[in-house]
């Protein structure tokens, strides 16, 4: 099993930054991928940005040059880097990791950026 926790989200002001951070726990041994997703109000939870052991790094179009994902693979801890926040980035931030074919998922963070 594997667990995770995010910390970091809140409130800011359009044109802010804010750092998540996902701790993972647990076995964390042979995660192939970690990543950010993110779920808006009445809408689908859809990508932010993945970290994958065989196919790198991976952005949301609305989002890159904006957002830089890293992971401290000694610790198990995947952060996300977001500047220049936009209102359109509001949303629950939840952090994903995938072992041996199954995905996990945190509790989810709040992100909320006014105009």
């Known amino acids: 099993q594997v667990q995770l926790a995010e910390s970091g989200g809140g409130l800011v002001q359009a044109g802010g930054s804010l750092s998540l951070s996902c701790e993972a726990s647990?076995?964390?041994?042979?995660?192939?991928?970690m990543g950010w997703f993110r779920q808006a109000p009445g809408k689908q939870r859809e990508l932010v940005a993945v970290?994958?052991?065989?196919?790198?790094?991976t952005y949301a179009d609305s989002v890159r040059g904006r957002f830089t994902i890293s992971r401290d693979g000694s610790k198990n801890i995947l952060y996300l880097q977001m500047n220049n926040l936009r209102p359109e980035d509001t949303a629950v931030y939840y952090c994903s990791g995938r072992r041996l074919g199954q995905d996990y998922w945190g509790q989810g963070t709040q992100v909320t950026v006014s105009a």
């Open positions: 647990g076995t964390v041994i042979s995660m192939s991928s």
């Open positions: 970290i994958d052991r065989d196919t790198g790094t």
